[in-house]
């Protein structure tokens, strides 16, 4: 038996008491279930910044200007998903390779990613924003083909696209500085920014009269003190480890090439706002060609209503990605799916959740939009209930499409972004619209929704079955009794982690030999021993990963406490025996990184001690 089988069966057999929440091979997810929680409000707030922001000026808009011009903002919404498109590619993609090169030590790459993506965002903010605005003739028309819109149409889009450069910035940066492990920061500047944005929208449409003009001027006021809260806070931080380099230090070609990966890295994902652009904006055409000026009314509404829905399935999908990014990178496929799994579950409850809340209570909801009108208020309750069936597929898409870009699925959530958010959706209402009018539009919009869900369980399920001859997979990611992989947990114990190491220590020498299995048993002893020593908290978790690369042995390490760094010698942590130079004399390699704001070390070993390459220190 070879020695990676050999060690997987043996560490599969072991037990790791006096722990919870473990599976039957002793590995133990509260790290990991840890580090989702941490990351879920802040990612909440990002989605809030994006889509409950568009939620409150259509509703402030109804309630303080009339329903009637609601539409406005709905009719620029295609401009929205257009610029979402960029910095949806840069925040998605720069930081997902971001988050793989801390993953893989990588720090100069790392901050020339971070840096490459900065200034690519401010770049084509202000190019957006100026060309936007001369190029206003063109562009309004396109989106609203009724002329009695027209001018409330151009009047908010000429304030909003100003705004484009603060809210490129502002979604771009808190999706870097969240990879970075400061959620927080970019909760409470997501917070600050949506507070700014209704405050200013009561003082400028009730109080100063402004109208449209107001809705969108509190939105920019509210992105520009979100960036300058997010800026001061990250840049004082002395534990950051993004830093901004000269992005053109390397080359101007090595520039876009790395802009060149970073979009087609978060291309798959963020296309969905290219496809959503042309979908709305079609669709708000069939309506006004095929359908009555309610039904436009009834589509602004529905839009609008899911944008709030969108605040919670972006908030659990945009959590899973990079979490599942990391892990998937490092091999630890049994982790990615029990957070999978959990996400799966959290979004269809959310979607259920509301979906019920929209169908019990319209008429609050409409009250809010201003429709008072009882025989309106009928026909928009009905519209708004048929509505809510697309919200589990909706839901289950959205995620299903971060999770494959995680794992570098990206043909798989490029080609199932492209049929559930344009060519569905279109399809079926230009064949519905003509004769079924606004029915056929809400068939289309169901019916686009339900097709890409069975798809997806049904490749998964294919593809399953099809790789039971070679080694079974799950959602697409092979299962860690492949004889590849394992991973285990262990708490902060000094004792418990001494007898676990001895435990590998004797399986090993049984396999292979007693000086392989002297080496292993220190390099766990003395790395594990020294990061429960730091942080003397029994309590905490550490995670562990085994597993033979190169004919080497390497051990992967993750835990959530204070970081112990075995390639410097902290003086302020020293103990009766030096983990430090153990670890050195017996490794021919050490890494050491924060990922996702956990410490990430990683040792090789090749069983004849050579001396230690100091890595990324």
Sequence with gaps: MLFR?????????????????????????????????????????????????????SVLVSTFLGVERMPAVNLCFPVVCFISLFHGMVGIGGSLIA????????????????????????????????????????????????????????????????????FCLLICLSRFIQTDGFPKLTSNAMLISNAVNLFMDCVLMKLCKMGLEGAAAATIIGYLCG???????????????????????????TFFC???????????????????????????????????????????ICRNDVNLCYVFFLGIAQTLSPIAAVLAHGGDYDRVRYIL?????????????????FVLFPHPILWLYGVNDPQAVDYLSRCIRIYTLTFPGIAFILLMNYYFQAIKAQKLSTGLTILEGLILPVCLASLLAPHFKMNGIWTALIVSEAVPVLLVLTHLRIDRFRSRAFGERIFLLPKNDDRRIYGFSVRMDVSEIVEKAREVSQYIEEKTDHHTAVITCLALEEMLTGIAMANNNREN???????????????????????????VRDEALAYDFDNV?????????????????????????TGKGSAVKKNNG
């Design 5 to 57: 089988e050999a060690l997987w069966e043996r560490i599969r057999s072991m037990s790791i008491t006096d722990l919870k929440h473990t599976n039957e091979n002793g590995i133990d997810y509260r790290l990991i279930t840890d580090k989702y929680r941490e990351f879920f409000f802040p990612v909440l707030m990002i989605a809030m910044a994006k889509y409950l922001t568009t939620f409150v000026d």
């Design 99 to 166: 988050a793989n090169a801390y993953a893989e030590h990588d720090r100069n790459k790392g901050n020339r990613v971070f840096s490459a993506a900065m200034t690519f965002i401010v770049m084509l903010g202000v190019s957006t924003a100026f060309l936007g605005t001369m190029l206003r003739s063109y562009i309004v028309p396109l989106l609203c083909s009724d002329p009695s819109l027209r001018k409330d149409t151009g009047t908010y889009y000429s304030v909003m696209i100003l705004g484009f450069p603060f």
């Design 227 to 253: 960036v300058i809260f997010l800026l001061a806070g990250y840049i004082n931080n002395p534990k950051r480890q993004l830093r901004f380099v000269w992005p053109f230090a390397s080359g101007f070609r």
């Design 258 to 300: 790395d802009i060149r990966d970073i979009c087609i890295s978060g291309f798959s994902t963020a296309s969905v706002w290219l496809y959503l652009m042309i979908c709305v904006d079609l669709l708000n055409s069939l309506i006004l060609t095929y359908c009555e000026h309610v039904d436009l009314q009834a589509f602004a």
């Design 341 to 357: 799994k959990r996400s799966i579950l959290y979004i269809l409850v959310a979607s259920v959740i509301m979906g019920l809340f």
């Design 541 to 567: 978790v550490i995670d562990v990963i085994l597993r033979e690369k190169d004919k080497d042995i390497e051990i992967s390490i993750r835990d959530m406490g204070i970081g112990f760094n075995p390639l």
């Design 581 to 605: 130079v153990v670890l050195q004399s017996i490794a021919s390699d050490i890494q050491y990184n924060l990922s996702l704001g956990m410490n990430d070390t990683t040792i090789r070993l």
